[in-house]
């Protein structure tokens, strides 16, 4: 409620919290009715629905929401909101990818589904006026903005915002490109010092060019072997998880996590997955890590998590297995 307080008698709802109001859906403001009928195209588009004649039609999209007869919310009894932030948290178990998975093909096995039912997923692109991605992603913010009071924006600001884009002109864009190939000249040419090379920090307002010497990186040492993050390590070999374990082993480091992108291809801590110790990397990051490796490309590339024999963890390079 609006009026809680913490264990201390302190309003809970001070700031930098805002208090939440729930919006009643209006087929006249002209934000519910949009937002509904992107969504409503969305969700058709992912089940292969069929756009019916009158969808483009804002109004009558709103009218046929409006229709539908919504049982009110009933929040649920008994659950308990802890309101104290010095309250000790209680300790949340990392469940493995592997058995989530299972969970979820169980649940889906049990589900009816009619023949020929089939998931489309949609691939976001904020450039296209008329797919209603960005139509869904400004209403849902602006019913957000709207719950907490918080400024609405217009749907080329949640483009930008979106899109991450940052406003440029052709002239910075095009000094930027110019000293980066200077540079790069420097790398195609070879045998050059860290000397030699150059950062370039302008502002053409000012305007402004100032150039430094790029700073080294930092250099680990571990036994008889150097490196810094710039760095690669390659292995050769169509290699196993227990190959890969065994080459850091060599070299005193006790690898204990292996990723590819966002997903774990191995990590000693869960006991299922012991049973990927005897597979092939390159088998791992098709199935696990759902990645598709081009016929002409030889490598990938995977994250190696290590510690010494201390137990204190070791930043190590990025590792490229060389499996062709």
Not at 9 to 27: C, I, N, Q, V, Y
Not at 97 to 123: H, M, N, R, T
Request: charged share 30%; proline share 6%; glycine share 4%.
């Amino acid at each position: 409620p609006e009026d809680a307080t913490t264990s201390t008698g302190a309003p809970f709802w001070s700031a930098p919290k805002r208090f939440p109001k729930a919006l009643t859906f209006d087929a006249t403001d002209p934000s519910h009715a949009s937002f509904v009928q992107a969504a409503a195209i969305l969700k058709a588009e992912v089940h292969g629905i069929p756009r019916p004649a009158d969808a483009a039609d804002t109004a009558a999209m709103g009218a046929k929401a409006a229709a539908i007869e919504v049982a009110p919310f009933q929040p649920k009894k008994g659950v308990h909101i802890e309101t104290d932030p010095k309250a000790e948290k209680k300790a949340v178990v990392a469940a493995d990818d592997e058995s989530l998975i299972e969970a979820l093909l169980e649940k889906l096995s049990k589900a009816q589904f009619k023949p020929g039912f089939k998931l489309s997923p949609i691939e976001f692109e904020k450039d296209d006026d008329t797919n209603y991605h960005m139509d869904t992603i400004a209403g849902l913010a602006n019913m957000r903005a709207r719950n907490y009071d918080i400024p609405e924006v217009d749907k080329l600001k949640a483009k930008l915002i979106a899109g991450r884009i940052i406003p440029a002109i052709a002239t910075a864009t095009a000094v930027a490109t110019g000293m980066v190939c200077l540079e790069l000249y420097k790398v195609v040419a070879g045998d050059k010092k860290i000397e030699d090379y150059r950062n370039t920090f302008a502002n053409l307002a000012l305007p402004l060019f100032a150039m430094c010497e790029p700073i080294a990186p930092k250099t680990f040492k571990h036994e008889s072997l150097e490196w810094s993050l710039w760095d690669r390590w390659t292995l050769e070999g169509d290699m196993t998880v227990q190959e890969v374990l065994d080459w850091f082993d060599q070299r005193k480091l006790r690898a204990y996590s292996i990723s590819c992108g966002q997903s774990l291809l191995y990590n000693n801590i869960f006991p299922k997955h012991k049973e990927r110790l005897g597979k092939k990397m390159s088998e791992l990051v098709v199935t696990v890590a759902k990645m598709e490796v081009p016929e002409y490309r030889k490598h990938f590339d995977v994250v190696v998590a290590c510690e010494d024999d201390d137990g204190e963890d070791i930043d190590v390079p990025l590792v490229s297995i060389k499996f062709r």
